[in-house]
């Protein structure tokens, strides 16, 4: 198992990126197994891979949990080794934000970042949408790989991808699930004992929404929120939509969306459905 070589400038990156055909997969580290499996479905798209550690500051709003995101470096390198990536680029703050966070230039996410988790987190996407911007402009990869688990940005980095040109093939990875169904976050490790059983009926009322997707729209929502309710979950939001976080059309693929604070921790999860017509 080789270890990856690790890039923290844009120098170092471009000395261990090479010229070969480079697939990439962006993080934020506290590495679980869904990265690990971003990364092995990234492994065979491209002769390098690449992953990147960084928390962005920019995606945390003042309040939020920047500073207590965890920080897990070492073990996140070996996670890295044994999925076989190549280069680990792992940028200080200066290097990403050479004239500071208050960058006057940024990617404004349109109307589909101010839904949903932009409604509760206005700045978020345009966070995620620059700080994702630079890492693509310093990795320069063909193809870059993100889960599923955090759809809305998928759906936005896919559209910016597409409508700014960036020429790289957006990948989207299903989420990894543990054994009663919950979605796996770097956020999870917050939970208490007794939140951590609260939490898996978040995906729970996924199952629910989706075993009533025959019955309509109405049907889904009312059977994933009597299971959020049964265990005391009150969501910021249980939406359905369209794939393309339209408005879901009876009859066609829909996409049922969850976010629900347990504890401190907030959760993400969402799932594919067919709605009957
Ligand atoms: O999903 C994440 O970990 C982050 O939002 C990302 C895409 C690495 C940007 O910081």
């Known amino acids: 198992m080789a270890t990856p070589t690790i890039a923290r400038t844009r120098a170092e990156l471009v000395a261990a990126r090479g010229g070969s055909s480079v697939s990439f997969v962006p993080t934020m580290g506290a590495l679980h197994d869904g990265h690990v499996q971003l990364l092995k479905h990234a492994r065979p798209l491209g002769e390098t891979l690449v992953a990147s550690i960084f928390v962005n500051p920019t995606q945390f709003a003042p309040g939020e949990d920047f500073e ?31 004239t500071g966070l208050d960058a006057t230039v940024t990617v404004d996410p349109g109307p589909l970042g101010s839904i949903l988790e932009g409604a509760v987190r206005p700045t978020h996407f345009r966070g995620v ?8 402009g310093l990795v320069r990869p063909d193809v ?7 759809y809305q940005q998928l759906t936005l980095i896919r559209h910016t991808a597409s409508e700014l040109a960036q020429g790289i093939d957006i990948v989207g990875c299903p989420t990894v699930r543990e054994a009663d169904g919950l979605a796996m976050s770097s956020r999870n490790r917050f939970l208490s004992a ?5 939490a898996a009926a978040i995906s729970a009322a996924l199952r ?3 075993a009533a997707g ?4 109405s049907a889904v929502l009312a059977a994933a929120g009597a299971v959020l309710d049964a265990a005391d979950i009150t969501p910021d939001y249980l939406v359905l939509t369209d794939p393309d976080l339209g408005a879901a059309t009876p009859g066609t693929e829909a996409r049922l969306l969850v976010a629900a ?4 921790p907030r959760l993400l999860d969402n799932t594919a459905l067919r709605l009957g017509a």
């Open 68 to 98: 207590a995101y965890p920080r897990t470096f070492d073990p996140d390198l070996e996670r890295c080794a044994e999925a076989g990536v190549d280069v680990v680029f792992a940028p200080t703050v200066p290097t990403m934000y050479p």
């Open 194 to 198: 007794a939140e951590r059983q609260q």
């Open 144 to 150: 870059a790989v993100f889960g599923e688990k955090d």
């Open 214 to 217: 025959p019955a309509g729209s």
């Open 261 to 264: 604070r347990v504890g401190t």
């Open 129 to 136: 949408l620059t700080v994702v911007a630079k890492l693509f």
């Open 208 to 210: 629910a929404g989706v």
